[in-house]
């Protein structure tokens, strides 16, 4: 890859702010988001495991970048 290419690769990321962290605000949102979400699908008839998987994984993330211990995670999403 050529520093042109690399310039290119960066303004696009750059462009739609994918390095701007997130407040704590935002994370703690869209760590409830996630939770509400995950039950959501629990609860539904014609489960996609993948899917659920998917929102468990990020809520699990999102809860640990806001220091949430796991037990607390799990008895959150699982509640």
Known sequence: MNQQEM?????HYNKKNYGK???VQETTA???QKCEQYK????MDNVD????SMVY???KALGWVIGK???DI???LNS
């Open 40 to 43: 959501n699908l629990r609860s």
């Open 7 to 11: 310039k290119e690769i960066v303004a």
């Open 30 to 32: 869209r760590y409830h």
């Open 57 to 59: 994984a990020e809520a």
């Open 74 to 76: 799990y008895r959150e």
């Open 49 to 52: 495991h993948e899917q659920i």
């Open 21 to 23: 962290p997130r407040s």
């Open 69 to 71: 211990e796991e037990k």
